[in-house]
T-cell receptor, first 111, second 112 residues
Framework: DAGVTQSPTHLIKTRGQHVTLRCSPI?????VSWYQQVLGQGPQFIFQ???????GRGNFPDRFSARQFPNYSSELNVNALLLGDSALYLC??????????FGPGTRLTVL | DQQVKQNSPSLSVQEGRISILNCDYTNSMFDYFLWYKKYPAEGPTFLISISSIKDKNEDGRFTVFLNKSAKHLSLHIVPSQPGDSAVYFCAVSNFGNEKLTFGTGTRLTIIP
């Protein structure tokens, strides 16, 4: 059984650009969450989606947006990139219970 | 304000001995607690969890203890193995909100 998959694995962008990160949950999982992890810190919650509806949003600016598709895959979009957006972006899926399973992450570097 | 704290950034333990990782939280509304293990360039891997109705949960070499009055949880790994070397994160959530709040992590190194 495939775990959570994310694409791309690495990405380099320049300030002001836009980025789209993609996530496919574990088969049967309807809930997807996004987290940002900067070096030396634990992951920080960005969004949670369930059945295409936003269920939660962390303390991130409006430049961050996300959506979930009918097949439960998800995209995270970040506009007007800043240097401080450089981080590992993690996607997690769950069966709408309390246990979340993480993908390998997308490493974003903003120059 | 850090709601979840892992006060030891790093820990070294001899192979075969017990590793004890600690985590403190501030909000008594948290009722579900998890430990994740993370290798470099990989996402966190779920290890073990515990709900607030219990004070101990075991899974093989891993045991999690919860002390609600002290708002403290710990992860015991025994016996420690070289493959346990990784960064360990505790994470918490409260009922009705699947958002996980993570600690800053503890880097565990098992010395052969």
């Amino acid at each position: 059984d495939a775990g959570v998959t994310q694409s791309p694995t690495h990405l380099i962008k320049t300030r002001g650009q836009h980025v789209t990160l993609r996530c496919s949950p574990i088969s049967g999982h309807k809930s997807v969450s996004w987290y940002q992890q900067v070096l030396g810190q634990g992951p920080q919650f960005i969004f949670q989606y369930y059945e295409k509806e936003e269920r939660g949003r962390g303390n991130f600016p409006d430049r961050f947006s996300a959506r979930q598709f009918p097949n439960y895959s998800s995209e995270l979009n970040v506009n007007a990139l800043l240097l401080g957006d450089s981080a590992l972006y993690l996607c997690a899926s769950s069966l709408n219970d309390r246990m979340q399973f993480f993908g390998p992450g997308t490493r974003l570097t903003v120059l | 304000d850090q709601q979840v704290k892992q006060n030891s950034p790093s820990l070294s333990v001899q192979e075969g001995r017990i590793s004890i990782l600690n985590c403190d939280y501030t909000n008594s509304m948290f009722d579900y607690f998890l430990w994740y293990k993370k290798y470099p360039a990989e996402g966190p891997t779920f290890l073990i969890s515990i709900s607030s109705i219990k004070d101990k949960n075991e899974d093989g070499r891993f045991t999690v203890f919860l002390n609600k009055s002290a708002k403290h949880l710990s992860l015991h790994i025994v016996p420690s193995q070289p493959g346990d070397s990784a960064v360990y994160f505790c994470a918490v959530s409260n009922f009705g909100n699947e958002k996980l709040t993570f600690g800053t992590g503890t880097r565990l190194t098992i010395i052969p």
